[in-house]
């Protein structure tokens, strides 16, 4: 008989803090042990149990990490569920499209980003070949400003996206605990999502819902897009119905022309990136609006503020630029990355001389070298 169905059943392991038959790769070994191994050892370990108990406990329908109710003794069960190799043991945050948690790799040894996708969406037969090849082609993105994907699978009648593990937070983080970013912060991040973004376009990639929970940080300079939970292929374009007037993706930065029924390219993300470094500059997105009905957003989205009008300190340059990400006209905007790029780099170093003929100005010696 297996270990932990003995006296080491309820005994958590204190690398994980999980009980040890949640902790099969990491758990103590021991000889002359009796193992029946026409048994799948993988259920035995996987099967949530009450801890006072022992009694099973439904965890059908239940995501991860949630308080489950033994019906036999009545005591709450953290449920603690693995999907194949990977255990989720804390959870990092919530999307359109599902969970992400934070997990053990037992199999490398490592922690990981799960994210898994919501049951309807797993559900959908047709969206099955769709998801794996998007997947692929988004693993294939090696890139220092995007988060690598590592694998896509299924367990539980659910699929999971395995992703590179950034835990020093997100953009969104940074615009709470800071208020306002400086331009010179909002034009480093854009610049680096945006060769992020390029990295995946050239694979044929949009990403349909940047914004700043999207935006993490490796450290306080290095910036990556993540979640491509929304991607679709850019040759292929969208198809929208009636039914389908729902916002799909975060109102502040959906690009209208989704919530228009138009189809969406490369100047979509533009949008998205530019309403997002718009936010962090202004501490307030372009259009800002509680409504979720697509009719009332695209009208509105046809009448951003303007940056300056909201910001006054904000140069010309940087406002220029951003200003002309969310134009509302899809052709008004950048057509390419490469073109974006070069307006973002010059209304940065436009910022750097301004400040160093402000830092210069300062100097009290500096009248003394002027000539007249």
């Not at 533009?270 to 509680?290: C, E, M, R, W």
């Amino acid at each position: 008989m297996l270990f932990w169905h003995d006296q080491f059943e309820r005994c958590r392991c204190l690398a994980c803090r999980f009980q040890r038959r949640h902790c099969h790769p990491f758990a103590p070994k021991f000889v002359n042990v009796t193992v029946d191994f026409h048994v799948d050892q993988r259920k035995l370990f996987m099967t949530p149990t009450c801890w006072i108990c022992g009694a099973a406990l439904d965890a059908g329908g239940y995501e991860p990490l949630v308080r489950v109710v033994c019906r036999n003794c009545g005591q709450r069960n953290l449920l603690q569920r693995t999907f194949d190799h990977f255990v989720p043991v804390e959870t990092l945050g919530a999307g359109g499209m599902g969970t992400v948690y934070k997990a053990r790799d037992t199999q490398l040894e490592r922690f990981v980003a799960l994210k898994l996708l919501r049951k309807d969406v797993s559900s959908e037969a047709d969206h099955d070949a769709q998801l794996q090849q998007e997947a692929r082609i988004a693993a294939s993105v090696n890139h220092p400003n995007v988060v690598q994907i590592f694998s896509l699978g299924m367990d539980h009648g659910q699929f999971y996206v395995v992703m590179e593990l950034i835990d020093h937070g997100s953009l969104d983080d940074l615009m709470e605990s800071q208020g306002r970013l400086t331009e010179h912060q909002v034009l480093d991040i854009g610049i680096q999502i945006a060769r992020g973004l390029r990295a995946a376009h050239r694979k044929g990639l949009i990403h349909r819902d940047v914004k700043p929970a999207n935006i993490l940080f490796v450290d306080e300079q290095a910036a990556k897009i993540g979640d491509f939970g929304l991607a679709a292929f850019a040759t292929q374009q969208s198809q929208h119905t009636e039914s389908d007037r729902v916002v799909w993706g975060t109102p502040p930065y959906v690009a209208p022309e989704r919530l228009c029924n138009q189809p969406e390219d490369v100047r979509s993300d533009i949008y998205s990136l530019g309403a997002t470094l718009f936010h962090a500059v202004a501490g307030k997105p372009p259009i800002d609006s509680n409504t979720n009905s697509a009719t009332e957003l695209c009208e509105l989205k046809q009448h951003p503020a303007e940056l300056r009008s909201i910001a006054p300190d904000v140069s010309a340059p940087t406002a220029r630029v951003l200003q002309r990400m969310i134009a509302p006209d899809p052709k008004q905007r950048a057509p390419f990355y490469d073109d974006l790029l070069a307006e973002l780099d010059a209304a940065r170093r436009a910022l750097e001389i301004a400040d160093a003929r402000r830092h210069s100005s300062r100097w009290p010696f500096s009248g003394l070298f002027r000539h007249h």
